[in-house]
T-cell receptor
């Protein structure tokens, strides 16, 4: 089956620094990638949708200048949390879809971010 | 607005059967998904229904009624490893997934 990887799997950073999370589709071309955030005991919250080669579409309430998303190739998308604060500590999960007609989203293993 | 409803938590006994319900109201419908998520891990795909009826896959089955905006996930012969959250999600007319809050399933010996 299709595999999506994320790196790093966990990261601890100091308040005010920036963190980059990578999401890669290993054996398929991901025309669309999704970034989710999940706080403890809550469901997934979609942050943004990115299509290869175009700007990401952010959900309401998500600051695009704080959460920078780049989808430069069909196999790689990155999420950069800029000037991180403790309230940004969360579980960040990416997923990828092969095409509009391909219904399934394949999830990465997630990245746990802790901001101290 | 778009809405997905499922129970917050359910408890069942090892070896028994449990049914997790999901009702939805969305702008358009391109299928309903069930995902399993263990604590601290990403969701894993369980099933996809786009036509009415029952889809069976081993111990897990998923049912859909589009006219009623209703689905259920049926888990048979429960095992302790089935303790997890089960997420219902509907793909809307824009091919975006609308997620339910998840049902935490607790399996007792």
């Amino acid at each position: 089956g299709a595999v999506v990887s994320q790196h790093p799997s966990w990261v601890i950073c100091k308040s005010g620094t920036s963190v980059k999370i990578e999401c890669r589709s290993l054996d398929f071309q991901a025309t669309t990638m999704f970034w989710y955030r999940q706080f403890p005991k809550q469901s997934l919250m979609l942050m943004a949708t990115s299509n290869e080669g175009s700007k990401a579409t952010y959900e309401q309430g998500v600051e695009k200048d704080k959460f920078l998303i780049n989808h430069a190739s069909l196999t790689l998308s990155t999420l950069t949390v800029t000037s991180a604060h403790p309230e940004d500590s969360s579980f960040y999960i990416c997923s990828a879809r092969e095409g509009q007609s391909h219904y399934e989203q394949y999830f990465g293993p997630g990245t746990r971010l802790t901001v101290t | 607005g778009q809405n997905i409803d499922q129970p917050t938590e359910m408890t069942a006994t090892e070896g028994a059967i449990v049914q997790i319900n999901c009702t939805y109201q969305t702008s358009g419908f391109n299928g309903l998904f069930w995902y399993q998520q263990h604590a601290g891990e990403a969701p894993t795909f369980l099933s996809y229904n786009v036509l009415d009826g029952l889809e069976e896959k081993g111990r897990f089955s998923s049912f859909l009624s589009r006219s009623k905006g209703y689905s259920y996930l049926l888990l048979k012969e429960l095992q302790m490893k089935d303790s997890a959250s089960y997420l219902c999600a509907v793909m809307d007319s824009n091919y975006q997934l609308i997620w339910g809050a998840g049902t935490k399933l607790i399996i007792k010996p």
